[in-house]
């Protein structure tokens, strides 16, 4: 705890000094607190082994890009760093109310404006993790052969070292190009784990994104998420069409985004997840 409270008097220019810690819970790959402290400041803090400390890096940065875009709210990296038995994110701790009446519109058209912005390249500027899945984004100018490559064939081969394999992959992956046809896009910067237990609303109603595994990709791969768990009304879908109309072949591409959520929850999770991953392979297959 040392030092982060040092970590924290760093970044903050004014000491720190935990009067409370609380658990919070919810997740299922890091533990969390709120630290409270005595001069009243609340903190947010994400901890895991301490292998984990690029992976804290890459969030701390992914939120940093997300701020610096002047859209979605996110909250703010305080620090990030190592005890001695831990790896550690420090971040705003934004106490969480409910959606106010125009909550899901504004995060549509704030999300949307985030994707209107044009990146420099597809990948990003490090790799980073979904999950506890260590997500490769080596710069590409090409979106379908990075989504191949360091998208859908890294999650089969992960799938494979398993002992698992999916009729039909090695197929999907020759033709994926085909689901591009009459389609271009630009890089944007994603939240890349956008379900809608990343996103929340703050005490006045306004949404803020949280725990992002961000990179630069098709704008399209954000928005097939968020029809994966549901949670997201037709307000937020409304609000993002209008302020940046989505493709007519959407709809066979949500499919193919989201194979590769369903093949890393069953790399992480098992079950069930291989036989929707499956089922999306003959779909898409199908299709062609």
Known sequence: MIEIEHAITESTGLTFCTRTQEGIGGGCINQAYKLIGVDGREFFVKKNQLSFLSFFRAEGQALQDMQDTKTIRVPK??????????????LEFIEEGSSGPNGQTTLGTLLAKMHRIV???????MDNCIGATPQP???????????RDHRLAHQFKLAENKGRTFKGAPNLLD???????????????LHGDLWAGNAGYDLNGNPFLFDP???YGDREAD????YMFGGFSSAFYDAYEKEYPLDRGF???KTLYNLYHELNHFNLFGGGYASSAQSSIDQLLHSL
């Open 77 to 90: 990296v305080i620090a990030h760093g190592t005890d001695q038995t831990h790896a550690y994110l420090v």
């Open 119 to 125: 990146q420099p390249h597809f990948g990003w500027s």
């Open 137 to 147: 984004n080596p710069p590409s100018q090409n979106w379908v052969t990075f989504y």
């Open 175 to 189: 033709q994926i190009d085909r689901f591009f046809t009459n389609y271009s896009t630009h890089p944007s910067l």
């Open 213 to 215: 595994a961000s990179y």
């Open 223 to 226: 928005i097939a998420f968020t």
């Open 251 to 253: 709809p066979i591409r």
